[in-house]
């Protein structure tokens, strides 16, 4: 259990039998009566965000969260298919999950995957990938990293803007937390 002094940002608490992640809290002290906590959560399942208001000392509990290092085989029609690297059993995860991770995942890429009482809730993929341009417009000598951008299809089917001077068959490093260019892999 957890009691409000616990609270900090990240937190993973379960309250009213879900598991949420406190991404905002402040502690308030009240002129005549207690301390009151207010915060932000966040529902790890839905994604939905609310605010709810703690009494200071009320204990909430901890879920039961187990986060698994697994590999992502293929896709197959609307799943996903990954490998405990421990057991090796595979268990396969709806596109909706996944969600726009999908854009960055490769075969036998490694990523972790967050359960709720057995249930996958949630996918966590490296915080950067490189990946291949494999369509683009050619460039031209002369173009320059600040002269601007132009769209680039890469090995996974997503589509990012990059400077004008990739060309096909370049790798690049992405940020996958916004999808945006970093730089150009030699490789």
Known sequence: MYSTADFKKGLKIEFHGE????????????G??????????K?????????????????????NLEEKEMQFLYKSDNDYVFMDNESYEQISIPESL?????DY???????KILFFQGNAIGIEIP?????????????IKGDTVSGGGKPAKLETGATIQVPLF?????????????????ERVNK
Request: charged share 30%.
């Open 43 to 63: 529902n790890l399942k839905t994604g939905y965000v609310m605010e709810n208001t703690f009494r200071s000392g009320e204990k909430v509990e901890r879920p």
């Open 166 to 182: 990739i060309n096909e068959g370049d790798i690049i490093k992405i940020d996958t937390r916004t999808g945006t260019y970093i």
């Open 127 to 139: 915080t950067f990938v490189e990946l291949k341009v494999i369509e683009t417009v050619p460039g």
């Open 98 to 102: 996944i969600g726009d991770n999908k």
């Open 105 to 111: 995942l490769l075969e036998n890429m490694n990523v």
């Open 19 to 30: 598991p949420y992640e406190i991404i905002d809290f402040q502690h308030v002290k009240m």
């Open 32 to 41: 005549r009566g207690g301390a009151i906590v207010r915060t932000k959560m």
